[in-house]
């Protein structure tokens, strides 16, 4: 093998990796889980010989959904043992969202990325594949290892786990910002009634600590009692802490700071009636990556 060839190769893999990493995190939800996928996929990619591809993306995606088949089957008894009540991990938007899918934000967003949790793999993967990156029943058959009726019954199935909900993220909006300004401008002084009015009556409140730090244990429900937490939260807080807003998997988000450190990711969920949903992810096993992400730009 020359090292033109492992240059050309080292090439096609580039320009598909975002797209990539795409699939594969929509598969997992964890975006360390997806890069190790890649990592896999790329050193099974690199002796391939090119020549012989019709679409190198379409063999990279199949290489990628089977690797992520096998860490799904394996995680499942991880989500079972998890600690409190588990989130995806967030992403920017710039990763979770490549170009083809700039339209499609709502596939990135954590109430979607909560709803594929329902299902198994083959029919997460079925799914993903077939309703957010459009690809056919034969396209996606030859990626799960079955037949496009298989892929057609998993997409099925999948479809009415779900029930037809969808609840997609709202893109980022003027009115969300607002709502987030609202937020946070309550939270960092305790008022209770502020806060209500920046949340709809019945919204929900999830927590990842992972078992590392502190957080709810379980989903908190309704506007009271989710701003009473809240409150409480920004009390313990030290004095002197950052907060960014930014968005992350193609939603509203703050991220909050502690001696340098990221400590919390908030990511929202807004409807034209104040905020729906708020996920605080807090493990620090899953803002890990993140902050690399944000400092190297």
Known sequence: MTMTEVDQRAAVFAEQRPYLF?????????AEDADD?????????ANVDLDGLDSPRAYLVTIVTRLCLDVLRSAR???EEYVGVWLPEPVTSSEALPEELVERAESASFAFLLLLERLNPVERAALVLHDVFDYSHEEVGTAIGRSAAASRQAL??????LGGATQPASRPSVHSRELVDQFLEATRSGDLDGLVAALTSDVVLLS??????????????GSGLVSRFLVAMGRMAPDEVGVRQLDLNGQPAVL??????LSNAFLFDTSSDGVTAVYVVRNPEKLRRLELSLETG
């Open 77 to 79: 008894r991880r989500r």
């Open 156 to 161: 099925r199935r999948g479809r009415l786990k």
């Open 22 to 30: 795409a699939v594969a995190y929509r598969m997992l939800g964890v």
């Open 208 to 221: 990842d600590g992972g078992g590392h730090v502190r957080a709810a244990n379980r989903p908190l429900a």
């Open 37 to 45: 996928a890649l990592q896999d996929a790329w050193l099974r990619f």
């Open 256 to 261: 909050v700071t502690e001696a340098g450190t």
